[in-house]
């Protein structure tokens, strides 16, 4: 079997976290889409995971268990992508949970941010956006601000609202590298550096990141992400290379006319790295 051609997309949003559309729906999009292979990925949540898994089976797609932690790294967010754990695993839920703890005290600040250049009301218009009461999530409130005309895209509001420096930004500490690493081993999975190519590292805090998470026990890094630019994707190849790791592939799909990056239609991870799913094979929940 030659594990590149299989259309593997292993990172993806519901409405447990940030997405639009609940894990059965998003299930459906994949696998029209052509996805063989499939994982929800939602951030410091697996609340989706038993339906995303059913729905996936049921369609005959194979299914991996997934989500997106949020960390703090050098003064940055990282997110660290888990696949193939156990899902019940009590430690990993305990840390996620954590994780997600302060999301609403941050949510609260952000409005009052926002209240101060004139634009009141933000707490509760956000969540109206909201699937999951424990997570409100800066695009939740990107999507009230798109629907009041603040702004016209969310592009133009995480540039003008919710980046470091802008009223409706409010630093957060999340979970440590290594704990968000050793979370998603323990509990039989591998760790996936996300789009890596979204942070603004020096070179050398970005060897750091690197060499910190392989030593913590991370072993995978995306390299197709609907983050990268084609460039990009070559500079991660590389560095996939570099550091010895499995490379992943996913849309990082969030919802229909909101994400450029359609559920599947990645290009093929090129041949010379060793896809992750490669390592996960006795992690795959099989449609058949
Ligand atoms: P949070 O975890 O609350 O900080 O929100 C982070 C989420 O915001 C990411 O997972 C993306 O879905 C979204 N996001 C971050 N930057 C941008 C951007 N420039 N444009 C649109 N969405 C973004
Ligand atoms: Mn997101
Ligand atoms: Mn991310
Ligand atoms: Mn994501």
Known sequence: MNHHLTNADLHSHSTVSDGTLAPSALAQRAFDGGVELWALTDHDEVGGQHEAREAALALGMDYLSGCEISVSFAGQTVHIVGLGFDIDDQALRTGLAATRGGREARARLMAEGLAQVGLPGAFEGALKYVGNPELISRTHFGRWLVECGVCADAHEVFRRYLTEGKPGYVPHRWARLGDAVRWITQAGGVAVIAHPARYRFTPTEEFALFSEFTTHGGRGVEVMTGSH??????????????????ASRGSDFHAPGESRTELGELPDLPGRLTPVWTALQDRIHRAR
Do not use: C, H, N
């Open 229 to 246: 630019s084609a460039p990009e994707r070559i500079t991660y190849a590389d560095m996939a290379l570099e550091f010895d790791l499995l």
